[in-house]
């Protein structure tokens, strides 16, 4: 089954990844300053797209002219769930379509990021693992999929069953937990709730990268999301 085209073009949307690239400085910053403009950057998406209340729609990323999403039946890597190999204006993203569509959501999300960084990790003044990147990542599809003002508010308001707000967000469990205890609404279990998404390098075989469309080639920058 080919890739399909999800999305529609204009300049404005075109313009919209260029500002969503400009809020990220090209200097150091601290971490608590990067989760700061990942979530920038997730209100201005909202702003555009004049999405104000949940679910967020996955057209979100494929109205973004020049991102370019391809949902496929069989991934060129088992295991592989998204990748993303960003370009100029945009890039192109591989998403899992046989995934629960809870996780394809924040799997999507998080593959966006990643479209907005250019391929480069955000610089942090303390470098660590490329974990650090990762967490930055997960961090921004969850200020996109559960933005702060939305979540707070049903929490204030008394809805405090995470299968609820799972199901009213199209996220999984873990997800809502993870953002409850970011927001500092609920104390976060002890055990690890969220897996790692990616790894910032291209997958290799035999020497070779995949393109987007499977094929092996030489020196493809691709980001993987296992």
Same mark, same amino acid.
């Given at each position: 089954?080919?890739?399909?085209?999800?999305?529609?073009?204009?300049?404005?949307?075109?313009?919209?990844?260029?500002?969503?690239?400009?809020?990220?400085?090209?200097?150091?910053?601290?971490? @608590?300053?990067?989760?700061?403009?990942?979530?920038?950057?997730?209100?201005?998406?909202?702003?555009?797209?004049?999405?104000?209340?949940?679910?967020?729609?996955?057209?979100?990323?494929?109205?973004?002219?020049?991102?370019?999403?391809?949902?496929?039946?069989?991934?060129?890597?088992?295991?592989?769930?998204?990748?993303?190999?960003?370009?100029?204006?945009?890039?192109?993203?591989?998403?899992?379509?046989?995934?629960?569509?809870?996780?394809?959501?924040?799997?999507?999300?998080?593959?966006?990021?990643?479209?907005?960084?250019?391929?480069?990790?955000?610089?942090?003044?303390?470098?660590?693992?490329?974990?650090?990147?990762?967490?930055?990542?997960?961090?921004?599809?969850?200020?996109?999929?559960?933005?702060?003002?939305?979540?707070?508010?049903?929490?204030?308001?008394?809805?405090?069953?995470?299968?609820?707000?799972?199901?009213?967000?199209?996220?999984?469990?873990?997800?809502?937990?993870? @953002?409850?205890?970011?927001?500092?609404?609920?104390?976060?279990?002890?055990?690890?709730?969220?897996?790692?998404?990616?790894?910032?390098?291209?997958?290799?075989?035999?020497?070779?990268?995949?393109?987007?469309?499977?094929?092996?080639?030489?020196?493809?920058?691709?980001?993987?999301?296992?």
């Amino acid at each position: 089954m080919p890739a399909t085209r999800v999305g529609v073009t204009g300049p404005q949307a075109t313009r919209l990844i260029q500002r969503l690239r400009a809020m990220t400085p090209a200097w150091a910053i601290t971490r @608590r300053e990067a989760h700061w403009i990942a979530e920038r950057q997730a209100r201005l998406l909202l702003a555009n797209a004049g999405v104000t209340a949940p679910p967020v729609p996955e057209r979100i990323v494929g109205d973004l002219d020049g991102v370019q999403v391809y949902p496929l039946p069989q991934m060129p890597v088992k295991g592989l769930l998204g990748a993303s190999k960003p370009s100029g204006q945009g890039g192109d993203i591989l998403i899992d379509s046989t995934m629960p569509v809870a996780e394809r959501r924040v799997t999507l999300m998080h593959e966006l990021k990643h479209i907005i960084d250019g391929g480069h990790a955000t610089k942090l003044h303390q470098r660590g693992s490329q974990t650090s990147g990762e967490g930055l990542c997960t961090d921004f599809a969850m200020s996109l999929l559960m933005p702060a003002p939305w979540l707070r508010a049903d929490w204030l308001a008394g809805s405090r069953d995470v299968h609820a707000l799972a199901e009213r967000y199209q996220v999984p469990v873990e997800a809502v937990s993870h @953002r409850l205890h970011t927001l500092g609404l609920r104390q976060h279990p002890k055990r690890r709730l969220l897996r790692s998404h990616c790894q910032w390098q291209p997958h290799r075989k035999h020497g070779h990268t995949l393109n987007r469309k499977g094929k092996q080639t030489k020196g493809d920058n691709t980001h993987e999301h296992k």
